[in-house]
Protein backbone atom coordinates (compact mmCIF):
# COMPACT_ATOMS: atom_id res chain seq x y z
CA UNK A 1 0.00 0.00 0.00
CA UNK A 2 1.67 3.22 -1.31
CA UNK A 3 2.22 5.85 1.60
CA UNK A 4 0.14 9.39 1.52
CA UNK A 5 0.96 12.37 3.06
CA UNK A 6 -1.81 15.27 3.40
CA UNK A 7 -0.93 19.17 2.72
CA UNK A 8 -2.39 22.32 3.26
CA UNK A 9 -0.31 24.67 1.16
CA UNK A 10 -1.37 28.08 2.60
CA UNK A 11 0.76 31.54 2.15
CA UNK A 12 -0.37 34.17 3.71
CA UNK A 13 -0.89 36.55 0.92
CA UNK A 14 -3.88 36.80 -1.16
CA UNK A 15 -4.79 40.06 -3.47
CA UNK A 16 -8.48 38.45 -4.36
CA UNK A 17 -9.35 38.36 -0.76
CA UNK A 18 -7.08 39.56 2.34
CA UNK A 19 -5.57 36.67 5.09
CA UNK A 20 -8.04 34.14 3.40
CA UNK A 21 -6.59 30.72 4.52
CA UNK A 22 -7.65 32.52 7.50
CA UNK A 23 -11.33 33.66 7.21
CA UNK A 24 -13.60 31.81 9.32
CA UNK A 25 -16.28 29.77 7.93
CA UNK A 26 -18.49 27.94 11.02
CA UNK A 27 -16.32 29.86 13.56
CA UNK A 28 -13.04 27.66 11.96
CA UNK A 29 -10.74 28.96 10.10
CA UNK A 30 -10.44 27.87 6.41
CA UNK A 31 -6.93 26.09 6.85
CA UNK A 32 -8.52 24.10 9.59
CA UNK A 33 -10.96 22.65 7.49
CA UNK A 34 -8.73 21.36 5.28
CA UNK A 35 -6.65 19.78 8.21
CA UNK A 36 -9.85 18.35 9.68
CA UNK A 37 -11.05 16.72 6.93
CA UNK A 38 -7.34 15.01 5.78
CA UNK A 39 -7.81 13.91 9.40
CA UNK A 40 -10.77 12.15 8.48
CA UNK A 41 -9.20 10.26 5.34
CA UNK A 42 -8.09 6.92 6.54
CA UNK A 43 -5.14 6.37 4.10
CA UNK A 44 -3.49 10.13 5.15
CA UNK A 45 -0.67 9.56 7.65
CA UNK A 46 0.77 12.40 8.33
CA UNK A 47 -0.64 15.88 7.66
CA UNK A 48 1.69 18.65 6.97
CA UNK A 49 1.09 22.76 6.25
CA UNK A 50 3.68 24.72 4.13
CA UNK A 51 3.46 28.07 4.58
CA UNK A 52 5.67 31.33 5.17
CA UNK A 53 3.38 32.44 7.49
CA UNK A 54 3.72 32.88 11.05
CA UNK A 55 -0.28 33.21 12.02
CA UNK A 56 -0.88 30.35 9.49
CA UNK A 57 2.12 28.20 11.40
CA UNK A 58 0.17 29.10 14.93
CA UNK A 59 -3.21 27.69 13.22
CA UNK A 60 -1.99 24.80 11.76
CA UNK A 61 0.03 23.53 14.84
CA UNK A 62 -3.06 24.07 16.99
CA UNK A 63 -5.25 21.94 14.45
CA UNK A 64 -2.62 19.45 14.51
CA UNK A 65 -0.65 19.67 11.40
CA UNK A 66 3.15 19.45 11.49
CA UNK A 67 4.75 22.40 9.79
CA UNK A 68 7.05 23.02 6.80
CA UNK A 69 8.66 26.47 6.35
CA UNK A 70 8.12 27.97 2.90
CA UNK A 71 10.72 29.64 1.32
CA UNK A 72 9.25 33.30 0.89
CA UNK A 73 10.17 33.26 -2.83
CA UNK A 74 7.73 30.40 -3.19
CA UNK A 75 5.34 32.48 -0.94
CA UNK A 76 4.83 35.18 -3.46
CA UNK A 77 2.09 36.23 -5.29
CA UNK A 78 3.94 34.77 -9.09
CA UNK A 79 5.02 31.62 -7.63
CA UNK A 80 4.29 28.61 -9.22
CA UNK A 81 2.43 26.27 -6.86
CA UNK A 82 3.73 23.52 -8.26
CA UNK A 83 7.10 24.73 -6.71
CA UNK A 84 5.92 24.85 -3.56
CA UNK A 85 4.86 21.11 -3.47
CA UNK A 86 7.85 20.20 -4.78
CA UNK A 87 9.73 22.07 -2.00
CA UNK A 88 7.70 19.55 0.42
CA UNK A 89 8.53 16.43 -1.08
CA UNK A 90 12.10 17.44 -1.40
CA UNK A 91 12.25 18.77 2.44
CA UNK A 92 10.62 15.71 3.66
CA UNK A 93 12.47 13.15 2.08
CA UNK A 94 16.04 14.45 2.65
CA UNK A 95 15.08 14.15 5.88
CA UNK A 96 14.21 10.42 5.61
CA UNK A 97 10.29 10.50 5.31
CA UNK A 98 9.39 8.91 1.96
CA UNK A 99 5.95 8.62 0.98
CA UNK A 100 4.51 7.31 -2.38
CA UNK A 101 1.86 10.50 -2.34
CA UNK A 102 1.27 13.98 -1.86
CA UNK A 103 -2.31 15.11 -1.58
CA UNK A 104 -3.39 18.47 -1.92
CA UNK A 105 -6.45 19.83 0.05
CA UNK A 106 -6.54 23.84 -0.88
CA UNK A 107 -7.89 26.00 2.15
CA UNK A 108 -10.21 27.16 -0.75
CA UNK A 109 -12.71 24.51 -0.21
CA UNK A 110 -13.92 24.17 3.24
CA UNK A 111 -17.29 22.23 2.01
CA UNK A 112 -15.44 19.03 0.66
CA UNK A 113 -16.13 15.62 2.38
CA UNK A 114 -13.85 13.23 3.24
CA UNK A 115 -15.61 10.56 1.49
CA UNK A 116 -14.95 12.79 -1.93
CA UNK A 117 -10.87 12.97 -1.11
CA UNK A 118 -10.77 9.09 -0.73
CA UNK A 119 -12.59 8.41 -3.69
CA UNK A 120 -9.09 10.80 -5.38
CA UNK A 121 -6.82 8.15 -3.70
CA UNK A 122 -9.06 5.53 -4.51
CA UNK A 123 -8.46 6.21 -8.31
CA UNK A 124 -4.89 7.03 -8.20
CA UNK A 125 -4.33 3.82 -9.53
CA UNK A 126 -1.46 1.86 -11.13
CA UNK A 127 -1.12 3.68 -13.91
CA UNK A 128 -2.73 7.21 -13.14
CA UNK A 129 -0.20 10.00 -12.10
CA UNK A 130 -2.53 12.25 -11.14
CA UNK A 131 -6.25 12.46 -9.94
CA UNK A 132 -7.76 16.05 -9.91
CA UNK A 133 -11.36 17.24 -8.94
CA UNK A 134 -13.81 18.47 -11.43
CA UNK A 135 -17.19 19.84 -11.49
CA UNK A 136 -19.93 20.24 -14.03
CA UNK A 137 -19.60 23.63 -16.07
CA UNK A 138 -22.10 26.00 -16.40
CA UNK A 139 -20.91 27.47 -19.47
CA UNK A 140 -19.57 25.42 -22.68
CA UNK A 141 -16.12 26.83 -24.52
CA UNK A 142 -18.41 25.32 -27.54
CA UNK A 143 -21.17 27.64 -27.31
CA UNK A 144 -21.13 30.84 -24.53
CA UNK A 145 -17.87 31.22 -23.49
CA UNK A 146 -15.81 33.76 -25.77
CA UNK A 147 -12.38 35.26 -26.15
CA UNK A 148 -12.42 39.27 -26.16
CA UNK A 149 -10.47 41.78 -27.91
CA UNK A 150 -9.33 45.44 -26.64
CA UNK A 151 -11.91 47.05 -29.15
CA UNK A 152 -14.63 44.60 -27.34
CA UNK A 153 -14.98 42.10 -30.64
CA UNK A 154 -15.95 38.61 -29.35
CA UNK A 155 -15.09 34.87 -31.02
CA UNK A 156 -16.20 31.66 -29.70
CA UNK A 157 -13.55 30.05 -28.10
CA UNK A 158 -13.85 27.04 -29.94
CA UNK A 159 -14.32 28.05 -33.62
CA UNK A 160 -13.52 25.14 -35.73
CA UNK A 161 -15.19 22.37 -33.12
CA UNK A 162 -18.02 21.33 -35.89
CA UNK A 163 -21.16 21.38 -33.48
CA UNK A 164 -23.95 22.94 -34.20
CA UNK A 165 -26.19 21.66 -30.79
CA UNK A 166 -25.35 21.92 -27.34
CA UNK A 167 -26.78 17.86 -27.15
CA UNK A 168 -23.85 17.39 -29.48
CA UNK A 169 -20.61 19.05 -27.89
CA UNK A 170 -18.92 16.90 -25.05
CA UNK A 171 -19.72 17.47 -21.67
CA UNK A 172 -17.33 20.34 -20.36
CA UNK A 173 -16.07 20.36 -16.53
CA UNK A 174 -14.50 22.73 -14.22
CA UNK A 175 -11.41 21.89 -12.30
CA UNK A 176 -11.91 22.28 -9.01
CA UNK A 177 -9.80 22.62 -5.67
CA UNK A 178 -11.19 20.38 -3.57
CA UNK A 179 -8.08 17.71 -4.38
CA UNK A 180 -5.03 16.85 -5.92
CA UNK A 181 -3.78 13.26 -5.44
CA UNK A 182 0.03 13.11 -7.17
CA UNK A 183 2.50 10.36 -7.08
CA UNK A 184 5.96 11.93 -5.73
CA UNK A 185 7.97 10.27 -8.25
CA UNK A 186 5.80 12.26 -11.28
CA UNK A 187 5.97 15.33 -9.36
CA UNK A 188 9.51 15.60 -9.39
CA UNK A 189 10.11 14.44 -12.66
CA UNK A 190 7.75 16.86 -14.60
CA UNK A 191 6.53 20.33 -15.07
CA UNK A 192 3.49 20.52 -16.05
CA UNK A 193 0.67 18.44 -13.63
CA UNK A 194 -1.39 17.41 -16.63
CA UNK A 195 1.65 16.17 -18.38
CA UNK A 196 1.09 12.78 -17.50
CA UNK A 197 -1.58 10.45 -17.35
CA UNK A 198 -4.41 12.29 -15.10
CA UNK A 199 -8.36 10.78 -13.97
CA UNK A 200 -10.34 12.80 -12.64
CA UNK A 201 -13.52 12.44 -10.09
CA UNK A 202 -16.73 14.38 -10.53
CA UNK A 203 -17.87 16.43 -7.25
CA UNK A 204 -21.25 17.87 -6.65
CA UNK A 205 -21.10 22.07 -7.09
CA UNK A 206 -22.33 22.44 -3.88
CA UNK A 207 -19.30 20.97 -2.40
CA UNK A 208 -17.10 22.38 -5.34
CA UNK A 209 -17.32 26.03 -4.22
CA UNK A 210 -13.46 27.82 -4.63
CA UNK A 211 -12.93 30.58 -2.72
CA UNK A 212 -11.14 33.04 -4.58
CA UNK A 213 -12.98 36.61 -3.56
CA UNK A 214 -15.40 38.18 -1.34
CA UNK A 215 -18.66 36.96 -2.93
CA UNK A 216 -17.10 33.23 -3.05
CA UNK A 217 -17.04 33.32 0.70
CA UNK A 218 -20.18 34.88 1.16
CA UNK A 219 -21.57 31.68 -1.29
CA UNK A 220 -19.59 29.13 0.45
CA UNK A 221 -20.50 30.38 4.13
CA UNK A 222 -24.13 29.98 2.96
CA UNK A 223 -23.99 26.47 1.62
CA UNK A 224 -22.05 25.67 4.69
CA UNK A 225 -25.22 27.00 7.28
CA UNK A 226 -27.59 25.05 5.01
CA UNK A 227 -25.68 21.97 4.77
CA UNK A 228 -25.42 21.93 8.89
CA UNK A 229 -28.97 22.96 8.83
CA UNK A 230 -30.13 19.64 7.23
CA UNK A 231 -27.63 17.81 9.40
CA UNK A 232 -29.70 18.93 12.17
CA UNK A 233 -32.92 18.02 11.12
CA UNK A 234 -32.75 14.33 9.88
Not at 201 to 213: M, S
Request: charged fraction near 25%.
Amino acid sequence: MSRVFGFVFARGGSKGLPRKNLLKIGGKPLLAHSIDTAKRVQRVERIFVSTEDPEIKQIAEEYGAEVIDRPPGLAEDKSAELDAWRHAVSYLTARGENFDVLLSLPATSPLRSPEDVSRCLEKLDGDTDVVITVTPASRSPYFNMVSRGQDGSCQILSPSSGYSRRQDAPEAFDITTVAYAVKTEFLQTRQNLLGGKTKSVVIPKERAVDIDDYWDFKFAELIYKEMNLSLIHI
